[in-house]
């Protein structure tokens, strides 16, 4: 149950920054809260898994991409916030214009 759990926050973390509504500073700090708690709970998972094979190899592999989503998010962080105020900037622009 743990794991299914891990795997729709997975997939809400990969999402969140595949949206294109020009945020993509904002969209990656969601993407990480996500991901980081997809990690927590593989990770309890993993720890507390009654079959050791099968159940600890998908839950380690689920908190590894989830840690490589969020290492791979903040080392984008500093680009991701220098696109959204200049984006941002020429959406007020042109509503200015208007």
Not at 8 to 17: C, G, K, Q, R, W
Not at 36 to 47: C, E, K, L, P
């Amino acid at each position: 149950m743990r794991l299914s759990i891990a795997g729709v926050l997975l997939l809400i973390a990969v999402a969140f920054p595949l949206i294109l509504d020009g945020q993509v500073f904002t969209n990656s700090l969601i993407g990480m809260v996500f991901g980081f708690g997809a990690f927590v709970v593989a990770m309890v998972s993993y720890s507390r898994a009654d079959v050791k094979t099968t159940t600890q190899f998908w839950c380690a592999l689920t908190g590894g991409v989830a840690a490589v989503l969020v290492v791979a998010l903040a080392v984008k962080l500093p680009k991701a916030y220098e696109f959204q105020s200049s984006f941002n900037r020429q959406v007020d622009a042109v509503q200015q214009r208007e």
